[in-house]
């Protein structure tokens, strides 16, 4: 079930996918949705404020956090990319969201960090929120950075934060590799639901992903958080082999948990 935990709550990053996914599904856990994005987003329904702004822009950060009591933060750069970009949006975009969230009083964070924080474990190793981050390129690199700025706010200021190592979330597994990372658009819900709802949430990693057979992220130091989700991959594993080919073991996109990203270069 849905609780109304937080009477307004400001989700960032809202024209893109995720954003766009739980818009509407968020709506049953606040009174009042606050969307942000440095891009157009659609008009504010009721319930809705949408506020246009670039996270690397200290004052409109500050404006746009004001009034908000938790904060699902999907803004910012979600690929690999070059360094200029994700300084902006990634490192410099994530302490001007917690200092805002100090400043204004802010208790809860839901941070959409990625499992590109851990990309460089193999496919066949299994990673806790207690293993060392392997980030798999300058993108993981900057979720490390958000996950560590987050620890920082709570042992400083009490500021609870999900670091939510997201795997692949996106309407259905496009290849082999996301058969084990993905998170249907429902489960991202529980998840993020669970981590607003749970009474201490203190700071915590949990990965997300679907119920799927096959997976390589061990959530049991996140048991306080109470997500337990309800899809799995597995009703798509016989069409994605029947439309990819078997793997080339030799490739560090199949041997890395990263897949891809992993070989994305130069830095
Ligand atoms: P997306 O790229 O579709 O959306 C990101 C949004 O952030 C965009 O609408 C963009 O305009 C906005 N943004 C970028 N720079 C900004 C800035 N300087 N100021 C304000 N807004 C800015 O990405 P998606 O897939 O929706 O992911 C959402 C979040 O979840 C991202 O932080 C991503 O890193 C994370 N994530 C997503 C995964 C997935 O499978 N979809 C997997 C792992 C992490
Ligand atoms: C991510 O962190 C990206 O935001 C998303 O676009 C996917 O590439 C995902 O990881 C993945 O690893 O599949």
Same mark, same amino acid.
């Given at each position: 079930?849905?609780?109304?935990?937080?009477?307004?709550?400001?989700?960032?990053?809202?024209?893109?996918?995720?954003?766009?996914?739980?818009?509407?599904? @968020?709506?049953?856990? &606040?009174?009042?949705? !606050?969307?942000?994005?440095?891009?157009p %987003?659609?008009?504010?329904?009721?319930?809705?404020e949408?506020?246009?702004?670039?996270?690397?822009? %200290?004052?409109?950060? =500050?404006? %746009?956090?004001?009034? &908000?009591?938790?904060?699902?933060?999907?803004?910012?750069?979600?690929?690999?990319?070059?360094?200029?970009?994700?300084? =902006?949006?990634?490192?410099?975009?994530?302490?001007? @969201?917690?200092?805002?969230? !100090?400043?204004?009083?802010?208790?809860?964070?839901?941070?959409?960090?990625?499992?590109?924080?851990?990309?460089?474990?193999?496919?066949?190793?299994?990673? $806790?929120?207690?293993?060392?981050?392997?980030?798999?390129?300058?993108?993981? *690199?900057?979720?490390?950075?958000?996950?560590?700025?987050?620890?920082?706010?709570?042992?400083?200021?009490?500021?609870?934060?999900? &670091?939510v !190592?997201?795997?692949?979330?996106?309407?259905?597994?496009? $290849?082999?590799?996301? *058969?084990? /990372?993905?998170?249907?658009?429902?489960?991202l819900?529980?998840?993020? /639901?669970? &981590? *607003?709802?749970?009474?201490? @949430?203190?700071?915590?990693?949990?990965?997300?992903?679907?119920d799927?057979?096959?997976?390589?992220?061990?959530?049991?130091?996140?048991?306080?958080?109470?997500? !337990?989700?309800q899809?799995?991959? $597995?009703?798509?594993?016989?069409?994605?082999?029947?439309? /990819?080919?078997?793997?080339?073991?030799d $490739?560090?996109?199949?041997?890395?948990?990263?897949?891809?990203?992993?070989?994305?270069?130069?830095?």
């Amino acid at each position: 079930m849905t609780i109304r935990t937080h009477p307004r709550i400001l989700m960032t990053g809202a024209a893109g996918g995720l954003g766009q996914a739980m818009r509407s599904r @968020l709506a049953a856990n &606040c009174e009042v949705l !606050r969307l942000s994005d440095v891009s157009p %987003m659609a008009d504010a329904q009721a319930g809705e404020e949408v506020v246009q702004a670039d996270l690397s822009d %200290m004052p409109a950060v =500050q404006k %746009m956090v004001d009034g &908000c009591q938790a904060i699902v933060h999907f803004g910012g750069i979600s690929v690999e990319q070059p360094w200029a970009p994700i300084l =902006q949006a990634n490192i410099i975009g994530a302490y001007n @969201l917690y200092e805002a969230a !100090r400043v204004h009083g802010v208790q809860r964070v839901i941070f959409a960090s990625s499992n590109h924080v851990m990309g460089f474990y193999r496919q066949n190793e299994v990673v $806790d929120a207690l293993s060392p981050p392997r980030p798999d390129g300058l993108y993981g *690199l900057s979720k490390a950075f958000g996950e560590d700025l987050s620890r920082l706010y709570f042992d400083r200021y009490g500021i609870e934060t999900a &670091c939510v !190592r997201i795997g692949s979330s996106f309407p259905e597994p496009r $290849d082999r590799r996301m *058969l084990a /990372t993905w998170l249907s658009y429902d489960d991202l819900h529980r998840l993020i /639901t669970a &981590c *607003l709802t749970t009474p201490v @949430l203190g700071h915590s990693i949990i990965y997300g992903t679907s119920d799927n057979s096959v997976g390589w992220y061990d959530n049991h130091l996140a048991k306080h958080i109470g997500f !337990r989700p309800q899809d799995s991959s $597995d009703v798509f594993r016989e069409a994605i082999y029947a439309k /990819t080919s078997a793997p080339d073991l030799d $490739d560090p996109a199949v041997q890395f948990q990263g897949g891809g990203f992993v070989k994305i270069g130069p830095l």
